[in-house]
């Protein structure tokens, strides 16, 4: 059910446009600063973006690897616990 879908954001770009979207989805959204571009489904599954956001095409890599993607997903958060990267 809908639920039990956790969502978490963490975008970077201009706070004020940040501020917007947070009040907008109704969602906490963390700002940081850092040009990567992820996105991890359920710990299980991640698309990591390999172009630059102003990239004329732009490619990404979809693994469904458990492991690579639990491992990333602790990562982040310890990230975003410490506050490194944030603003």
């Known amino acids: 059910?809908?639920?039990?879908?956790?969502?978490?954001?963490?975008?970077?770009?201009?706070?004020?446009?940040?501020?917007?979207?947070?009040?907008?989805?109704?969602?906490?959204?963390?700002?940081?600063?850092?040009?990567?571009?992820?996105?991890i489904a359920d710990r299980k599954q991640a698309l990591l973006m390999i172009t630059p956001e102003q990239a004329e095409e732009e490619i990404g890599i979809w693994l469904n690897a458990n492991y690579f993607t639990d491992s990333l997903t602790h990562i982040i958060d310890n990230a975003l616990k410490n506050g490194n990267g944030a603003q």
């Open 1 to 39: 059910s809908k639920s039990n879908v956790k969502v978490r954001l963490a975008l970077s770009g201009d706070a004020e446009k940040i501020r917007k979207l947070s009040a907008k989805l109704n969602l906490k959204v963390k700002a940081l600063e850092t040009p990567a571009r992820f996105f």
